[in-house]
């Protein structure tokens, strides 16, 4: 589903607060406050910002049993989601592609119009 090589997201290691948005349709996706550095390569989150902006489906390519993450506007892949993610966050690893978000910086994130989720941040 077009996942983007292992190591290559310029979003890996991003430190910046703010909030990653779906490229396609500006959909919220996660935030800086959720995000973890999993190890696979993968820009990874805890959780989702809201659970109605993303749809799981199973993913059984490569011989492996997975669950997809796409945008559910969209309908793009985003990546997988895991359940080995930190246990005192609720277990879950969102491991997404960074070729599918974009970044919004916490200072632009007024002027791009999602401060009601500056909390989240």
Not at 14 to 34: K, M, N, R, W
Not at 55 to 77: L, N, P
Request: hydrophobic share 30%; aromatic share 12%.
């Amino acid at each position: 589903a077009a996942t983007e090589k292992p190591g290559s997201s310029c979003y890996l290691h991003h430190t910046q607060e703010g909030i990653y948005v779906d490229i396609v349709t500006g959909q919220p996706l996660f935030s800086t406050a959720d995000q973890f550095d999993a190890g696979c390569g993968w820009p990874s989150f805890t959780k989702g910002i809201t659970t109605d902006a993303m749809e799981y489906r199973g993913d059984f390519s490569f011989g492996m049993q997975r669950t997809e993450v796409k945008s559910r506007e969209g309908g793009s892949h985003l990546g997988h989601v895991f359940e080995d993610g930190p246990q005192k966050e609720g277990g879950l690893r969102y491991c997404i592609n960074g070729a599918a978000l974009r970044f919004i910086p916490k200072e632009r994130m007024k002027e791009e119009g999602y401060e009601r989720l500056l909390p989240y941040v």
